[in-house]
């Protein structure tokens, strides 16, 4: 595990509410949360963050495992005094929370995994995807690829101005810390931690997610004692942007049944 990163981060929201921290997918920001944001921000003091090697986060020299992200996930939560928080993550923001929750128990009140999963083989995929961009020095070379797997073709085509959001998000995208998080993926195996999950866990998947499909999800809330699977009938990966008015729902009613 190397040294943590002081991560750029977000805060928002009533002072002095409980605070939920936001997980980010590959490739994305902050912003990537800007459309459950009013919503999430009603009631929770909300903490966004970029993982390291993205938006305005440090990018220490590769690799990296999934040790340094929730490591670097914890030096925030110390740097802003805060103890004991719940946790939204969503793909590789939800491989994050299951690492934190299963790894700093202490730290995580509830834990909310969205169209994530604890393994994602063939590893050859992250490591040809790392490669293409490495070599392009762009994350231009794989966006038009993943942006046909983040949605469904329907909300594309109704959506332009999200997709051109969406593209160029991905492109800014430095491509050294795209490349360091798809060594994390391809090296992740979450499986054997997932029993020592004690957060109470609302696992929620899209049916029309080709990247991380339900099985992951269900694979997950079978795993993690007492989780609660949700599955959309319509949606892609991200399903948080999406579907960002059911899947915010789904986070409040699940925050609020403490």
């Known amino acids: 595990m190397s040294a943590a990163v002081a991560l750029h981060h977000v805060a928002s ?101 969205v169209c994530s999963s604890a393994h994602l083989p063939p590893a050859e995929t992250w490591a040809q995807r790392a490669a293409a961009v490495s070599a392009a020095g762009s994350v231009g070379a794989v966006s038009s690829t993943v942006l046909e797997r983040w949605f469904t073709p329907a909300y594309a085509q109704a959506q332009p101005e999200v997709m051109s959001w969406m593209d160029a998000m991905l492109r800014a995208c430095p491509p050294a810390g795209y490349a360091g998080c798809c060594g994390v993926i391809e090296r992740l195996d979450l499986r054997p931690q997932l029993a020592l999950i004690e957060a109470p866990t609302l696992v929620i998947a899209a049916a029309q997610d080709p990247s991380t499909p339900p099985e992951h999800s269900q694979l997950i809330a079978q795993a993690i004692p007492g989780a609660r699977l949700e599955v959309l009938a319509h949606g892609a990966h991200l399903a948080a942007i999406e579907r960002a008015q059911e899947v915010s729902a789904l986070i409040e009613r699940h925050l609020e049944a403490a």
Not at 21 to 45: C, K
């Open 13 to 113: 929201g009533p002072p002095g509410a409980p605070v939920l921290v936001l997980g980010s997918s590959l490739g994305t920001t902050v912003e990537m949360w800007d459309p459950e944001l009013e919503a999430l921000g009603r009631s929770h003091r909300i903490v966004r963050f970029d993982h390291r090697g993205h938006g305005a986060s440090p990018s220490p020299p590769p690799p990296w495992e999934i040790a340094d992200l929730g490591g670097d996930v914890l030096a925030l939560l110390d740097s802003l005094g805060l103890a004991r928080v719940s946790y939204a993550g969503v793909s590789l923001g939800g491989m994050v929370g299951m690492w934190l929750a299963a790894n700093a128990p202490e730290r995580i009140e509830r834990l909310v995994i």
